[in-house]
């Protein structure tokens, strides 16, 4: 069975800052990775994936993921935060069916 | 390309009455479309996995006799809450998954308020 696990429910950063958000999972089969973000009120929007290409992923916005295997790992970095990167962010990994399992999520807080 | 509709993105409703949730993919085919709920300050919790022309697949302690799903076309599921009661009240997303890209493409929500 697949899991999710994010570090930290919230996270605050000063703008311009480094965001690092955590994500651990655990899978029984190669995992495909995401991670989404949502604004308030709002669906989520995908921002990268991982599916066994490349380890290092590069997604919208000026986000990436690095794919860790040896530490089970998909941490979203973005080298300079913006206040408009404030929102909630959610891992997750597809499971059976094409089904995706999430994280409890974590909620990004950009200091001006 | 992959965007997914959700209509109405708000609803309230009286305590009883039914109402209709559709989603639509607008520029791609989806044989696979996924209801999930959402509660404030939580994660998405699936509800169910509709696939075109069968029956949905309801995860465990989903009520499918309250929450009815219908995926009448590759481009439309629709979720219908019936006899709805305040304790339904609830933001409400759909998703749909492309095989091209083997990825979930999220509708907007709505927000079903009963009074």
């Known amino acids: 069975a697949q899991s999710v696990t994010q570090l930290g429910s919230h996270v605050s950063v000063s703008e311009g800052a480094l965001v690092l958000l955590r994500c651990n999972y655990s899978?029984?089969?190669?995992?495909?990775l995401f991670w989404y973000v949502q604004y308030p009120n709002q669906g989520l929007q995908l921002l990268l994936k991982?599916?066994?290409?490349?380890?290092l992923v590069k997604g919208i916005n000026g986000f990436e993921a690095e794919f860790k295997k040896s530490e089970t790992s998909f941490h979203l970095t973005k080298p300079s935060a913006h206040m408009s990167d404030a929102a909630e962010y959610f891992c997750?990994?597809?499971?059976?069916?094409?089904?995706?399992?999430f994280g409890a999520g974590t909620i990004l807080r950009v200091k001006s | 390309g992959a965007v997914v509709s959700q209509h109405p993105s708000r609803v309230i409703c009286k305590s009883g009455t039914s109402v209709k949730i559709e989603c639509r993919s607008l520029?791609?085919?989806?044989?696979?479309m996924f209801w999930y709920r959402q509660f404030p300050k939580q994660s998405l919790m699936l509800m169910a996995t509709?696939?075109?022309?069968?029956?949905?697949?309801?995860e465990q302690g989903v009520e499918k006799d309250k929450f009815l799903i219908n995926h009448a076309s590759l481009t439309l599921s629709t979720l219908t809450v019936t006899s709805a009661h305040p304790e339904d009240s609830s933001f409400y997303i759909c998703?749909?998954?492309?095989?091209?890209?083997?990825?979930?493409?999220f509708g907007p929500g709505t927000r079903l308020t009963v009074l």
């Open positions: 998703s749909a998954h492309t095989g091209d890209t083997d990825t979930q493409y």
């Open positions: 899978s029984s089969v190669p995992p495909y």
């Open positions: 991982y599916t066994s290409a490349a380890t």
């Open positions: 997750a990994v597809s499971g059976r069916g094409n089904k995706l399992v």
């Open positions: 520029d791609f085919q989806a044989t696979t």
């Open positions: 509709s696939n075109e022309g069968s029956k949905a697949t309801y």
